[in-house]
């Protein structure tokens, strides 16, 4: 085979005729493929259009029951009318801007964090940023100082109560499921058996079970009188359930390492942490970005699991506002699929932020 | 199964052991001290305890809590409310977590002396009921043989439905479906002939899923019991006691004709010795429950009397009529005790 023969053919002529040939390569090769595009594109020629009537030319944005009878389309009136109960749960409505200002600055950070990365002048601010923002924000949530009013965190919810759990949860659970996987390949049979059965246990039961024993079990076996927060359990269990499936994604990274790079570190006499630091983890981390962030999405939409525990995520509360107003129960299509954007745009962002932070961390092996 | 037997026997120990610690009075000690009742509500079920579009608690279940709130504290929104799934709900209430459980509760005998729970009343008598489209031609449930039945699983529903059918040697075919917006919505477009749940679920799907709701009925028979009403932990029972005339209280009033509107009224002029007790004007009442003599004045006055709470809440929300929760003076089967 000659080298011209892989190359693209040279766009000659018109725009239009540049179009008929990318066209002939890519959409009508051989009958199959122009089978599967014929196929394909009387699908979309079926689905699209009947979406796009419902939800825009047929819909209706009006935040009132009569205008949505009316409409033979989407009501999105129903997402307008509760859009501050679906945000913000039952926070009291007067306060809401505590947990929109609280959600404002965790996504600040998250930005700062994940976009400072690269820099080293913002990098040594992420940590003192997070020890300060996460008390902020606790206060801002909680209040009950400083004039602020005290709300109990049975009232917390919507997209903050989301995105904290998600977010606290991911913080923990890293350095968390790190150590585990440090453990599991430790030389100390004590430690390494302590996070095998750890690792082992948790990934053999579903993230409902563990929810459902920290709110339902657990508060049976304290003693009378001592409660412990449900959020903080449900907080609690979320983080040891991904720490646990970050363990394993971990091991697979620092086994991918090849075994030369221990020996260098143990060659120039580093101790084990700063050989870690230096050496094996920034190479191992760096092979399990897709996985980690992958566990990272996963772990996002289930903290809609909590939901089960009495806890209105996101989620939770567009059913709260479903069942608002029992005129609005049958709008449950239109709550969900605004639900579904929302969370689309989360995991989509992540996944995008993913594949960048893979080829920033890639230019090393560039020729 | 296996876990409600775990979650039983775990519920017994720590009841045992709250009957043992509680003392006559500490909860209610605890929630002057606190300043506020904490309550167990459903996380959403219109008309009974649903949040608002401003999020705030609603329903008949929550106006209970408002209720106590007003005896004891004088205030009925010194209340902060706990959204319990059905699971969670007796534990939250043992271990503290809750001091009054009004979350649509049915009371039994295991529930009531089994797991340590009190019954502090009942505020809505329901039933499990049928729903059928009418073009199906059926007008009583004794004529479903066969029919392809929509419920939701793990509930007493599911079980009710079968020992209905079981009882009358009928044969059914359950569409089990676990979200109550699926199985009404495979209800409403025919994929079954029965949709099943309790008379007051049934007639507000009815108004508010159906496309014309005058195209079904809802069949006559009642083929369960669901006396629904607010729960204490067992062992306090002078907190118990305040719970349950706060309640009864809503429903004397109403059958004094005492209202919100005319509570003050009636305070400053009835000669009714009933109405006296009622409202404190001839003391007594309060002292004995450890309460304010204002107590059931205040409940009135903030919360109103029973009527007005089931108007409310059930009547505007789903559109239902009294029924079996009319007085007893209308053939219904609310009956206040005598305060006195």
């Excluded at chain 1, 024993?213 to 979320?238: E, Y």
């Excluded at chain 2, 045992?16 to 929630?31: F, K, P, R």
């Excluded at chain 2, 007005?308 to 929760?325: D, I, M, P, Q, W």
Aim: a neutral charge; charged letters at 15%; proline letters at 5%.
């Amino acid at each position: 085979m000659s080298e011209n023969a892989k190359l693209p053919p040279l766009p000659t002529g018109t725009v239009t005729g540049r179009a008929v040939t990318w066209a002939k390569k890519n959409l009508f090769d051989g009958w199959f493929n122009t089978l599967l595009t014929i196929g394909s594109i009387a699908f979309l020629a079926w689905l699209i259009p009947p979406i796009i009537e419902w939800a825009i030319i047929n819909a209706t944005l009006e935040p009132s029951i009569e205008a949505c009878s009316e409409v033979t389309g989407a009501c999105w009136g129903f997402v307008n009318a509760n859009l501050r109960l679906i945000l913000f749960g039952t926070y009291p409505y007067d306060e809401q801007w505590r947990p929109l200002l609280a959600m404002i600055i965790l996504i600040g950070i998250i930005c700062a964090s994940l976009g400072g990365v690269k820099y080293p002048s913002v990098r040594k601010w992420i940590i003192p940023m997070w020890v300060i923002g996460v008390p902020v924000i606790a206060f801002l949530m909680w209040g009950g100082f400083l004039g602020l009013t005290y709300v109990q965190n049975s009232y917390w919810g919507g997209l903050p109560l989301t995105l904290i759990l998600s977010s606290i949860g991911i913080v923990f659970a890293f350095p968390f499921g790190l150590l585990l996987a440090l453990g599991r390949q430790s030389n100390m049979p004590a430690l390494k058996t302590l996070s095998v059965v750890y690792i082992e246990v948790i990934r053999g039961v579903p993230l409902i079970t563990v929810l459902f024993m920290a709110s339902v079990m657990f508060p049976l076996f304290l003693p009378d009188g001592v409660t412990i927060d449900k959020l903080l359990r449900a907080q609690i269990g979320i983080i040891m359930f991904t720490a646990a499936y970050l363990a394993e994604v971990f091991r697979g990274g620092l086994q991918a390492v090849p075994r030369g790079q221990f020996e260098a570190g143990e060659s120039l006499a580093l101790p084990y942490w700063k050989s870690m630091r230096l050496i094996i983890l920034p190479q191992a981390l760096r092979l399990v970005i897709p996985p980690t962030v992958n566990s990272f999405i996963s772990m996002f939409k289930d903290t809609t699991l909590v939901v089960i525990i009495g806890l209105f995520d996101f989620l939770g509360t567009v059913k709260l506002a479903l069942r608002s107003d029992p005129a609005w129960t049958k709008y449950y299509v239109e709550g969900y699929a605004f639900a579904a954007a929302i969370f689309f745009l989360i995991c989509f962002s992540m996944a995008k932020y993913s594949a960048y932070l893979e080829k920033e961390l890639r230019k090393g092996e560039r020729r | 199964m296996k876990i409600q037997t775990i979650l039983a026997a775990g519920a017994m120990t720590v009841a045992a052991v709250a009957a043992q610690n509680a003392h006559a009075g500490a909860v209610l000690d605890g929630i002057k001290a606190k300043g506020f009742v904490q309550c167990g509500v459903n996380t959403g079920l219109p008309g009974f305890s649903a949040a608002n579009a401003e999020g705030k608690w609603e329903g008949i279940d929550v106006d209970v809590c408002r209720a106590i709130a007003a005896a004891v504290l004088g205030d009925a929104n010194s209340v902060q409310y706990t959204p319990l799934t059905a699971a969670q709900r007796f534990t939250a209430l043992q271990s503290g977590e809750i001091d009054i459980l009004s979350r649509n509760t049915t009371a039994t005998t295991t529930r009531d002396a089994k797991l340590g729970l009190t019954f502090a009343g009942i505020n809505y008598y329901d039933g499990q009921g049928f729903l059928v489209p009418k073009k199906l031609g059926v007008s009583s449930a004794t004529e479903l043989d066969g029919a392809t039945v929509c419920v939701e699983p793990g509930t007493t529903t599911e079980l009710n439905l079968a020992d209905y059918f079981r009882a009358k040697g009928m044969s059914f075919e359950p569409v089990v479906i676990e979200n109550i917006n699926e199985a009404t919505a495979a209800f409403f477009s025919g994929r079954c002939d029965v949709y099943t749940t309790d008379a007051s679920g049934l007639a507000s799907i009815r108004t508010t899923m159906a496309e014309n709701p005058d195209d079904y009925a809802i069949l006559p028979e009642i083929i369960s019991k669901e006396p629904l009403g607010p729960v204490v932990a067992q062992g306090d029972e002078q907190w118990s006691d305040v719970a349950r005339w706060s309640f009864l209280a809503m429903v004397e009033a109403e059958e004094f004709g005492v209202t919100s509107e005319n509570v003050d009224k009636m305070k400053a002029e009835s000669k009714n010795p009933g109405i006296q007790r009622l409202l404190g004007t001839s003391p007594g009442m309060g002292e004995a429950l450890g309460l304010d003599e204002a107590w059931a004045y205040n409940i009135i006055k903030q919360v109103g009397n029973y009527g007005e709470s089931y108007e409310k809440n059930v009547t505007a929300k789903l559109g239902l009529e009294r029924g079996l929760n009319a007085l007893w003076t209308d053939g219904g089967l609310q009956y206040a005790w005598p305060i006195r």
